[in-house]
């Protein structure tokens, strides 16, 4: 019963995981976010709105920039990975910064 009680317990605290890695400075105004969520959580939905909630505050922290995606990449959990994964890789720019258009992503 004590094992039962504890697997139940594990279960239910995964149910509410979810991790970022932070935003990683990888050019001279480029950065990356990856971040995860369990499929209790929401899964890629929720990765991919942490990951551009992170990214927008970012941009905001480093003077009312801009959030210019790049490219983004999502994996669903699974069997062996039981969390969804979301990547966001992107810029901070000025409005009138002639980079700053209509967005078009990229696959990688």
Do not use: H
């Given at each position: 019963?004590?094992i039962?009680?504890t697997a139940?317990?594990?279960?239910?605290?995964?149910?509410?995981?979810?991790?970022?890695?932070?935003v990683?400075?990888v050019?001279?105004?480029?950065?990356?976010?990856?971040?995860?969520a369990?499929?209790g959580?929401?899964g890629?939905p929720?990765?991919?709105?942490a990951a551009?909630?992170?990214?927008?505050a970012?941009?905001?922290?480093r003077?009312?920039?801009?959030?210019?995606?790049?490219?983004?990449?999502?994996?669903p959990?699974?069997w062996?990975e039981g969390?969804?994964i979301a990547?966001?890789?992107?810029?901070?720019?000025n409005?009138?910064?002639?980079?700053?258009?209509?967005?078009?992503?990229t696959?990688?």
């Amino acid at each position: 019963m004590r094992i039962f009680i504890t697997a139940v317990t594990a279960v239910a605290l995964c149910a509410g995981c979810a991790v970022s890695s932070g935003v990683a400075k990888v050019g001279p105004d480029t950065f990356t976010i990856t971040t995860s969520a369990s499929p209790g959580r929401g899964g890629v939905p929720a990765a991919k709105r942490a990951a551009y909630e992170e990214a927008g505050a970012e941009c905001s922290r480093r003077g009312a920039l801009e959030l210019f995606v790049l490219n983004e990449t999502f994996s669903p959990p699974t069997w062996t990975e039981g969390m969804a994964i979301a990547t966001v890789n992107f810029r901070c720019l000025n409005a009138n910064d002639a980079e700053f258009q209509r967005q078009r992503l990229t696959k990688p």
